[in-house]
């Protein structure tokens, strides 16, 4: 009888670990599903103009620190987001998604670059997100993965 408590509670316990694995780090905590043309404004211009001007390195070191700016202050995990006031809600779910966009700028960065291997760590990332540019970082990722 003591045997099959222990495999009640040990069973159990993995199926609510698995559970709340599930929801805290599945991709779908994160969704951006139209793009944000428009997002960063001006600073999306001056990382645009960088890159126009061949200085994709301080147009990456610009986009690595935007990210981390943006990052600094957000919950570690999207499903907390509820918990925070309205406006909160609305300030980090504009933070997240300009991250999200700044995250594809990086990607097209590393791609002129040709940094390969940091270029497919960061689609593997990207690609868990369901989003708007979910499709072609697949495709890239994909197209890298056969050269």
């Given amino acids: 009888m003591y045997k099959d408590l222990k495999y009640l509670v040990g069973g159990s316990s993995v199926a609510i670990l698995a559970l709340l694995a599930v929801m805290f780090f599945s991709p ?8 944000g043309g ?9 990382i645009d103009e ?3 001007a061949g200085r994709q390195e301080q147009a990456l070191r610009m986009v690595d620190s935007l990210i981390e700016a943006k990052s600094k202050n957000l919950p570690s995990l999207a499903y907390f987001d509820r918990y ?12 997240r998604a300009d ?6 700028k990086r990607i097209q960065i590393l791609g002129q ?7 497919r760590k960061a689609l593997k990332r990207y690609a868990n ?15 890298l993965d056969n050269r």
């Fill in 113 to 119: 670059t040709n940094q390969t291997a940091a270029l």
């Fill in 99 to 104: 991250i999200y966009d700044l995250q594809w």
């Fill in 84 to 95: 925070l006031s309205e406006d909160e809600q609305y300030e980090v779910a504009n933070s």
């Fill in 50 to 52: 960088l890159i126009g």
């Fill in 129 to 143: 997100v369901i989003g708007y540019n979910r499709e072609a970082a697949e495709a890239m990722l994909k197209h």
């Fill in 28 to 35: 779908l905590s994160l969704q951006f599903a139209d793009e």
């Fill in 38 to 46: 428009v997002r960063g404004g001006v600073l999306t211009l001056e």
